[in-house]
């Protein structure tokens, strides 16, 4: 099984959200392996028209008829852009609904066609000859206000749930990242939680919900997928099995088994359960959560993960080098490299965004150029790698619009990294590394900056766990994990279901 992540919900100016499909799709490319690209299509109880209203039903009745009239040509561009073993895309719409909250249809058929219907429920069901599927999303607000009707769920129709998005994440309404959209705050009757409380079967998907045309911008939501290959079929053979899982933006790497059943699975056994989770984090671990029926059950704290590495031996690290910070609204155009010596560059994961939109403002204009960002690793080798990405100022003090890169280095602490930015020069160890960060900046205020984060030694990201339990507490038991980082980055893993 191959670990290949994407974005199944993203917008871009198709509709309305802004920036041109084309430069969305390179953006997908660029960090992801797969992606659907998803135009708003229709909100059949959509609140009626006064003045407090017209700005949101004329937007919306826009951006319907915007992909009703070019739908032929989105859907043949899609289709160009999937190409088996190299980037993989899927079909697929959006249809709001403030009863049974909102959904996106996707489908792995090119044929799919842009029809109409009173409920997503429907909608899936009228599209079954296209293998569509419905997979609700932002489900956490407020039950009537486009959150999830978990009575009505179903899931033959929708096998996964986004469970986190640039809305927020969904799983219960204590968790992190709450929700701050115009459109309101969760209600835990509407949350993941309740929803396997109320014994529904699904597993958990990331997508950014942008609406400026970046999908898989770092931080919005992504989703990771155990498909055979890579491939339309595999993937979407995959995505219908469940072994999906949701990550906020890093790439964390986890299996999950109970029994050697994995991750989205339902397993019928007397025997005690064997859970096993393997994990390769991007930061130093904070904590991992296995939780049991909804509650949780057995947790792990990072600081209990002690550092093997040997003074003078080789290991491996993570080294985040992150870019941004200054005052330039417009955009700050950046061209870095990072060279290793005394050691060996073994692989880089990029964490680059897009703009950051959720949705249209008034006197907001599409600028089709908005997504195109030469955000990009222009070379790599096991001596180093160059990239060049587009920062800007961060929305807020809490709200980052910077762009990294996350070097998997072998190594000692002997090992340097020299590091070159838009003028900038900073060259230290990783022993130095592994001691405290290093910034730096360009100008002598509001300027932009260089971050080298603290280095990550593998006994801190990486964790091999296994779990017995020999106690029924329902007719089916469910398990999953969480996995929070320092960086308060999360996985989170898609249930067993035990009977
Ligand atoms: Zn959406």
Known sequence: MKLLWGDLHNHCGITYGFGALEHALEAAKSQLDFCAIIGHAMWPDMPGRTDATAFLVDFHNEGFAKLREDWENVRSKVKEANIAHEFVTFQGYEIHSSAFGDHHILSPSDELPLEYAASPQDLADQLAAYDAIAVPHHIGYTPGYRGIDWEAFRSDISPIVEVFSKHGCGMSDSSSYPYYHTMGPKDSRNTVLTGLKKGKKFSFAGSTDHHAGY??????????????EKTRESIWEAIKAGRTYAVTGDKIACRFSVNGAEM???LETSEPRQLVLDAECCDYIDKITIYKNAKPWKALAGESLVRKESQGGIGTYKVRIELGWGSEREGY??????????????????????????????GMRDNPDMNKLGNEIVAQSEEGLAWTCTTFQNPSTLHPATAAVVLEIEGDEATRLAVQANGMEKEVSVGELLEGSRSMHIHSYNSEALLIHRAVPKSAYQVHLEWSDTEKELETDVYYAEIRQANNQFAWISPVFVS
């Open 215 to 228: 999908p898989g911008s770092y931080g919005d939501g992504r989703v990771a997928v155990w498909a055979k």
């Open 333 to 362: 155009s950046w061209k870095a490299k990072a060279r290793v010596s005394g050691g060996k560059l073994l692989s880089v994961d990029s964490c680059f965004r897009g703009q950051s939109v959720l949705a249209p403002e008034p």
């Open 264 to 266: 989205g699975s339902s």
